[in-house]
């Protein structure tokens, strides 16, 4: 199994709400990553977690909580986001201690702020 | 940190022709570099990589080559067909540490 599952496929949420986005792989990776990527543009990394710790925040306002269940499951809990928040969001994995980030990425969770 | 210039932005090739995309990386320490391709609707796929210590890697018809002197690095796509369209984006980074650095993406369109 080579898949990053990631639901819900579209979220819809207001700007008063509470959603969460979930990531599943069953690859074996102990690297994950949430991406924020808007259109025609690169994906910008946003969170990772090596071994199930939070290794890199890249300045990501509070709004945006990762949690890392276990090794296989990835959320990022979303509350009183902002209209420019809308964007698809990305997880994805990688072995990690390799030093080379081979990185397998889900199929996204495309996000709208209203 | 690291800048990844990706040129051209948009390629537009007929169908059986070939394809360059190059890039151009700032840190000199980055030693490993990946190629992805995001068809609509999804995520970037790995479709090849490369890392210093080799200068050319290929898989059927991709090729990446590196030139470390000059700092840059490029993805070669030959016999393309309508379902290489999609966008590529090249990326870079040290093995020891640090994040992977992306380009800024090149749309590629074959017409059939």
């Known amino acids: 199994d080579t898949e990053v599952t990631q639901t819900p496929k579209h979220l819809v949420m207001g700007m008063t709400n509470k959603k969460s986005l979930k990531c599943e792989q069953h690859?074996?990776?102990?690297?994950m990553y949430w991406y924020k990527q808007k259109a025609k543009k690169p994906p910008e990394l946003m969170f990772v977690y090596s071994y199930e710790k939070l290794s890199i925040n890249e300045s990501v306002p509070s709004r945006f909580s990762p949690e890392c269940p276990n090794s296989s499951l990835l959320n990022l809990h979303l509350h009183a986001l902002q209209p420019e928040d809308s964007a698809l969001y990305l997880c994805?994995?990688?072995?990690?201690?390799?030093?080379?980030?081979?990185?397998?990425f889900g199929s996204g969770t495309q996000l709208s702020v209203l | 940190g690291e800048n990844v210039e990706q040129h051209p932005s948009t390629l537009s090739v007929q169908e059986g022709d070939s394809a360059v995309i190059k890039c151009t990386y700032s840190d000199s320490a980055s030693n490993y570099f990946p190629w992805y391709k995001q068809e609509l609707g999804k995520g970037p796929q790995l479709i090849i990589d490369i890392r210093s210590n080799v200068g050319e890697k290929k898989d059927q018809r991709i090729a990446v080559t590196l030139n470390k002197t000059a700092k840059h690095f490029s993805l070669h796509i030959t016999e393309t067909q309508p379902e290489d369209s999609a966008v590529y984006f090249c990326?870079?980074?040290?093995?020891?540490?640090?994040?992977?650095?992306f380009g800024d993406g090149t749309t590629l369109t074959v017409k059939p």
């Open positions: 994805a994995s990688s072995q990690a201690g390799q030093g080379e980030e081979k990185l397998f």
């Open positions: 690859m074996g990776h102990r690297a």
């Open positions: 990326a870079a980074k040290r093995t020891n540490a640090g994040k992977s650095t």
